[in-house]
């Protein structure tokens, strides 16, 4: 498992959009066994139309669809 500074921080944030895009980039070009799946993690609550933005360029920018990509939805467990 590699973690990656979050898309989107809050103000508090300390890795810039850009930035955190192109780390991921630089992950994925470096790994010399490469991956075959990325999971991209967003708190029940918080989701905006800048988390389906994340996800469509994971999917289409990041991956080129070449690696499945799962979206996992955390904090629901107060959720019905």
Known sequence: FFDTAGLNETDEGTVSTPEAVNNILELLKSSREGFNLLIFVVRSGTIH???QINYETFINILTQK???????ITHCENEE
């Not at 070449?66 to 996992?72: A, D, E, F, N, T």
């Open 66 to 72: 070449k690696i499945p990509v799962l979206c996992v």
């Open 49 to 51: 139309k800048a988390d």
